[in-house]
């Protein structure tokens, strides 16, 4: 005999969490499965432990900079005392989860899922059935196929480090890879260097943004990235050292030795365990069919949301948006399909690349003919000079017809505030000369965003 509920969540994050209130609040009996911590990687082995370590770091790159407003001394990381905070804030949050879960009435069954049939679960020796299923299991680390692979590190242990690193190779120069990269060159690591295959890093970013983002991190804090740089093994060394066997971009064999080598190559969606096909569900290369509103396509009873959904962008607050959509269209059989156009992200490198919407490249590509305000210099601006910043940059599409703005990419200046505006303009149609018209308060970031428009 199974457990019956109207709506079985597999997975405890983001937009697990968002789809199992949401179906509660409006009456189904919900049913959350968790192999693991409540939360899920953002609140654990992601978001939340990382922007500890970046507000860390960023407070000693103010210190440093401050030098040149009069501010004496230096200021350091104590990684040890660091590694405290981030266990402070981090370790409470899964059972400050689970019991809010409880709280809206949501069932938490520990461990882990798989497919009976097209509406059936098992759980260890638990039986589930649901008239839907939102399979909400988010993403791991993207398997290294090397001799050695065993040595590279993944993102969640760099988080947990006991001590940093003299040298650090990253294999992939990703959102993550950047990230951490600076946290730690500014936390005393003498050398990192990112390895990506690519032809350029982040290639989904504007490639002027990350062109200045790359030269900032290699003059400031000589932060390396090698572009076409395939690693082919990874070999023990002397002192527990890595040695990384890869050919440069001309095909020439090359070779780094590091204390740490950590897997920057991507995540994948975590869908391999589940068994779907018994739900009659046919998974090609981590991707699943999917209607518009995120339904299975074989079968529609499931749903396939956050960074289980190879086909969305893995932020959490997406994913907490996107899980409250799919339970309300589940509920009230609706299929509202989800508007991706305006989502603003951010990479958390020091200083903050922000951006949303078209890049030059997509826009050419759509066939959308825009003008591009683009202003790399705002370095030498007098607001930016009173925070002694060392790179700022701003390049904002407008659609050359209508005046909006369709895409936006800003570094440093209130970049991780200003592109909210810029996203929630683009939302409303709000015209890029109506914005610039704001009249802002006066000195901050925003009052400057009428001179990028």
């Given at each position: 005999m ?10 405890g ?15 189904w009996s ?21 922007k500890?370590?970046?507000a ?7 210190v ?18 660091l590694?405290?905070?981030r ?20 069932t ?5 899922a798989?497919f009976?049939?097209?509406?059936a ?11 839907a ?21 993944t993102s ?36 990192v ?13 504007d490639?002027?943004?990350?062109a ?13 990235v ?16 890595t ?6 971009a001309?095909?020439a064999?090359?070779r ?9 190559a991507?995540r ?18 981590d991707?699943?069919a999917?209607?518009?509103?995120l ?8 749903v ?5 959904n ?22 009230h059989?609706?299929?509202t ?8 992200s ?17 826009a ?12 790399p ?7 930016s ?13 407008i659609a ?5 703005v ?20 683009m ?13 802002a ?13």
């Amino acid at each position: 005999m199974s457990d019956a509920f109207d709506l079985v969540v597999i997975g405890g994050g983001n937009a697990g969490q968002a789809a199992a209130r949401t179906a509660r609040a409006a009456g189904w009996s919900v049913a959350i499965v968790e192999r693991d911590l409540v939360g899920g990687t953002c609140p654990n082995r992601g978001c939340v432990p990382k922007k500890v370590l970046v507000a860390a770091a960023s407070v000693v790159d103010q210190v440093r900079r401050a030098h040149g407003h009069g501010v004496v001394g230096e200021a350091r990381l104590d990684w040890a005392a660091l590694q405290a905070a981030r266990h402070a804030i981090v370790d409470p949050l899964p059972d400050a989860m689970a019991k809010d879960l409880a709280e809206h009435g949501v069932t938490l069954v520990r461990g882990s899922a798989r497919f009976a049939g097209r509406g059936a679960l098992v759980v260890g020796d638990r039986a589930l059935s649901a008239r839907a299923v939102v399979i909400a299991t988010g993403s791991a680390p993207r398997a290294l196929a090397m001799p050695g692979a065993e040595r590279a590190v993944t993102s969640a242990d760099v988080l947990a480090l006991p001590r940093v690193p003299r040298t650090a190779v990253f294999i992939g120069a990703g959102v993550v890879a950047f990230e951490l990269a600076h946290v730690l060159a500014r936390a005393g690591c003498e050398r990192v260097v990112l390895l990506e295959p690519g032809v350029r890093p982040l290639p989904r970013s504007d490639r002027d943004a990350i062109a200045a983002l790359v030269a900032y991190g290699a003059s400031t804090l000589g932060i390396t990235v090698e572009t076409g740089a395939h690693v082919t093994a990874l070999a023990a060394a002397a002192g527990d050292e890595t040695v990384v066997h890869y050919t440069t971009a001309t095909g020439a064999a090359a070779r780094i030795t590091a204390a740490l080598v950590v897997n920057g190559a991507g995540r994948v969606p975590q869908l391999a365990d589940l068994d779907l096909a018994r739900a009659g569900i046919t998974v090609t290369r981590d991707h699943v069919a999917l209607a518009p509103d995120l339904r299975c396509t074989e079968n529609p009873d499931v749903v396939i949301v956050g960074d289980a959904n190879a086909d969305l962008p893995q932020l959490s607050p997406l994913a907490t948006s996107l899980g409250t959509l799919v339970a309300e269209n589940l509920v009230h059989a609706r299929h509202t399909a989800p508007d991706l156009r305006t989502v603003a992200s951010c990479v958390f490198s020091i200083p903050t690349l922000a951006q949303v919407g078209l890049t030059e490249e997509q826009a050419a590509a759509q066939g959308v003919a825009v003008a591009a305000k683009f202003t790399p210099g705002m370095a030498s601006w007098i607001s930016s000079r009173t925070h002694h910043e060392e790179l700022a940059f701003a390049k904002v599409l407008i659609a050359a017809d209508t005046g909006l703005v369709v895409g936006a990419h800003l570094i440093g200046h209130g970049a991780e505030g200003n592109i909210h505006l810029l996203a929630l303009a683009m939302r409303h149609g709000i015209r890029a000369a109506d914005l610039a018209a704001l009249d802002a308060a006066y000195p901050t970031d925003a009052a400057d965003l009428r001179y990028l428009l």
